[in-house]
């Protein structure tokens, strides 16, 4: 059989899934037949698509036309051989109960003629297991949805053991009919993807929180400002329904002894009814308002380093690739399309580290000797960090990575594409700049300023022990005040070439920003700082004033009074409380500079290059300005905006309820 041959589609369960399964195979053409077992749940069900077709039309995705006729395509039926005796194709979705959906099979196998194919909507029990209640196997499989099933885009397609490749075909070719993205699960495995991941980040975060690791709101705060999620761990578990996650572990751990252990937290709020919002408390309270969300601030979870929590879900991953689960592309989608994540948990992985995550595994072997099975780090893991394929920064690792690196003789300039890095390269000198360094600076800007690869630089300074340390006096042994005001005037060109840079600059500060340095950080739209740096003017000490910037710039940032403050008394201020009073954005552990400034500049990668730059320029030129110009330049910016393709991106993006693909046009 092929996809085309299919003309009429039967749904089984008009609930909360099986409606909205309905109601996608109406809208992509196909006369349905809804069933279940009593009238009013079907006239619900009627109800429910109606009102999803009005926002439909509403929103402009359809017509009033379309909803009308997909509306008209809706059958409905209280008899399920009746139902399904002349359907193509059967998309079971009755509750999970593996005796109920094994007897909806029997009789549906008995019923349908012999080229129907028969799929289920399980989220968790074995195709093959409800696949034995029928003389068809090979015509069984799985297609798990994603709830809301009208707006979520993911199909989720699950091979039983004798799931024919016409049988996988045809149900992916129909997915894709219904406008869905797919991902194939190569084998009946427990959790099938999604769950197999999901799993092991909802326990993990659990267990953390149970050995007092860390705090609900500390891994939410973490999980949501720092990797990005849409919600915080604990608040998908609460808005998901904890009865609903326990019962779902449970099941995969009856089916895989080696699967997630179960964090004790679930089992005690599951025995007290504190099932989330539907309950009124999970691991938050609630007052019963729709919408209603926890307050989780930005600063808790500072402290918390995600691959702690999903160094676990990694490595099931890594399990699912070596045993030919699913492929590294499938899984990815998954994790982005079914769980809503910015980017897939491999290349999380690779941005963290392939040789991090094996590490924490490991450390946690170590600490948690009860779970040392649970936690040993998968071979492939190993594998990938003895040959060096430890992600991102080795250039390879789930991903492959473009990388080119051009040394100058004081710089080194590295392309690893959406990222671009400028690395001051005299470490022996503390990076000190010299007029040589200013020349190959400007040099190096010019290189990257049209180019589309790149969407956000990052400057810092070689070795562990300077950013940079201001000018290399030695370079004016014998200088007059005509050859100083001609290498001023030079840095002062490129530290403008900085601020007029069409793209985000992060200043990556990893030990000394002095004098010089500290200008070159200043004229960055950000500044990320180690926490063994230290940040100054140190000018007056010799003598002297800032040079190139330092008495314009910091004003602008940390106001009048703290700037005279820093040039006039000269001290050296560390990195908290240059934080403290808005000289950098952000401080991070030593240990973990590289990986949090990276984490940092991709994100801002992903969004639209050309709003980036307006708002660059909006924001650095504006506070310039007095206000009513500033006003104007917005508004000038704001309006050239709608013009561009990025734009229209972003608003398809939104109403389709996707992650958006910004090209820069």
């Given at each position: 059989m092929k996809v085309e041959d299919i003309k009429k589609i039967a749904v089984i369960g008009a609930g909360i899934m099986g409606h909205g399964i309905a109601q996608i195979a109406a809208m992509a053409g196909y006369e349905v037949h809804l069933v279940d077992i009593k009238q009013e749940i079907l006239e619900k069900a009627l109800e429910k698509i109606k009102w999803s077709l009005s926002k439909f039309v509403e929103k402009g995705r359809i017509s009033k036309g379309a909803a009308d006729a997909a509306f008209s395509r809706i059958k409905t039926f209280l008899d399920l051989k009746e139902a399904v005796k002349d359907v193509d194709f059967v998309i079971e979705a009755v509750v999970e109960d593996i005796n109920v959906k094994k007897q909806v099979f029997k009789t549906c196998d008995e019923a349908t003629p012999p080229h129907t194919i028969l799929a289920t909507n399980t989220s968790t029990l074995p195709i093959t297991e409800i696949a034995e209640a029928t003389k068809r196997p090979d015509k069984v499989i799985g297609m798990h949805y994603f709830n809301p099933p009208q707006l979520m885009p993911l199909v989720e397609v699950i091979r039983g053991d004798k799931t024919s490749d016409e049988t996988t075909k045809v149900t992916v070719d129909l997915a894709k009919k219904f406008g869905k993205e797919v991902v194939i699960c190569k084998k009946d495995v427990p959790g099938f993807i999604v769950n197999r991941l999901l799993g092991p980040i909802l326990q993990e975060a659990a267990w953390m929180v149970h050995r007092g690791e860390a705090s609900v709101v500390e891994i939410d705060s973490a999980v949501i400002y720092k990797v990005g999620l849409p919600m915080g761990i604990f608040e998908l578990a609460d808005f998901s329904g904890i009865d609903t996650i326990y019962k779902a572990s449970l099941a995969v751990r009856e089916r895989d002894p080696r699967a997630t252990p179960i964090c004790p937290v679930f089992e005690e709020y599951y025995k007290k009814g504190w099932y989330g919002q539907k309950s009124g408390r999970g691991f938050y309270e609630y007052k019963g308002e729709k919408w209603e969300r926890p307050v989780i601030p930005k600063e808790a979870g500072e402290k918390i380093d995600p691959i702690q929590i999903f160094a676990p879900a990694i490595n099931a991953a890594a399990w699912m690739i070596r045993n030919d689960v699913a492929s590294v592309e499938d899984i990815d989608k998954a994790v982005k399309l079914g769980l809503g994540y910015p980017k897939g948990l491999l290349e999380m992985a690779d941005e963290w580290g392939i040789d991090k995550v094996v590490e924490v595994l490991r450390e946690k072997q170590k600490k948690y000797p009860e779970f040392k099975d649970y936690y040993e780090p998968d071979s492939?893991?190993?594998?990938?960090?003895?040959?060096?394929?430890?992600?991102?920064?080795?250039?390879?690792?789930?991903?492959?990575?473009?990388?080119?690196?051009?040394?100058?003789?004081?710089?080194?300039?590295?392309?690893?594409?959406?990222?671009?890095?400028?690395?001051?390269n005299r470490p022996q000198r503390l990076n000190a700049i010299s007029p040589e360094m200013v020349e190959e600076l400007d040099k190096a800007l010019d290189a990257l300023w049209g180019d589309k690869e790149v969407r956000v630089l990052i400057i810092t300074g070689a070795g562990d022990r300077a950013f940079c340390a201001g000018a290399d006096v030695t370079s004016f042994v014998g200088a007059t005040p005509a050859t100083v005001i001609d290498f001023v005037m030079k840095l002062h060109m490129v530290l403008d070439k900085i601020e007029r840079f069409p793209k985000p600059v992060i200043a990556a500060i990893n030990g000394f920003a002095l004098g010089g340095g500290c200008e070159i950080a200043i004229a960055c739209d950000f500044r990320i700082a180690s926490d063994r740096a230290q940040i100054g003017q140190p000018e007056i000490l010799l003598g002297l004033i800032p040079g190139a910037g330092g008495t314009q710039r910091l004003v602008r940032l940390v106001g009048l009074g703290k700037a005279k403050e820093i040039v006039m008394l000269g001290d050296r201020i560390p990195a908290d409380e240059a934080q403290k009073i808005g000289l950098v954005n952000k401080v991070v552990p030593a240990d973990k500079f590289e990986e949090e400034v990276r984490s940092f500049a991709s994100r801002l990668a992903e969004y639209p290059p050309i709003a980036l730059k307006m708002a660059k320029y909006a924001t650095t030129f504006g506070s310039q300005v007095p206000l009513s110009i500033g006003g104007l330049l917005e508004m000038g910016l704001f309006s050239l905006l709608f013009s561009t393709k990025d734009f229209m991106e972003g608003v398809s993006a939104f109403l389709s309820k996707r992650k958006p693909k910004f090209k820069g046009e």
């Open positions: 492939l893991l190993v594998e990938m960090v003895n040959k060096g394929e430890t992600g991102v920064k080795a250039g390879k690792g789930f991903y492959e990575y473009k990388k080119e690196e051009l040394a100058f003789k004081t710089i080194i300039l590295r392309k690893e594409p959406p990222l671009a890095w400028i690395i001051l």
